[in-house]
Nanobody, 121 residues
């Protein structure tokens, strides 16, 4: 079973920075895309940033210019550098990956357990 192992998150003051990291738990055939989503209390889960293939990135308009996603295609890891954090960035952040375990199997999505990010003074 493929799992995503997340690290980072925590409490930071407005204007501060945090870095989230996520790694695929074991070696598999392919990881087609990796990204980060977030879910604030009472709201739907939303895409924050994602990277497909080697370097095709997508960002939510609300984080453009402040967050940077980066991926290591060899180690199958993805990081999210979050700068200039705002209180409205407070949410549980989830790592997501589209994985293909073997050539004979279809790809599917895997989610991490989530990590809390709180931006507050």
């Amino acid at each position: 079973q493929v799992q995503l192992v997340e690290s980072g998150g925590g409490l930071v003051q407005p204007g501060g920075s945090l870095r989230l990291s996520c790694a695929v738990s074991r070696s598999i055939f392919s990881v087609n895309a990796m990204g980060w989503y977030r879910q604030a209390p009472g709201k739907q889960r939303e895409l924050v940033a994602a990277v497909r293939g080697r370097a095709t990135t997508t960002y939510s308009d609300s984080v453009k210019g402040r967050f940077t996603i980066s991926r290591d295609n060899v180690k199958n890891t993805v990081d999210l550098q979050m700068n200039a954090l705002k209180p409205e960035d407070t949410a549980v952040y989830y790592c997501n990956a589209e994985v293909q375990v073997s050539l004979a199997e279809r790809s599917y999505n895997v989610w991490g357990q989530g990590t809390q990010v709180t931006v507050s003074s």
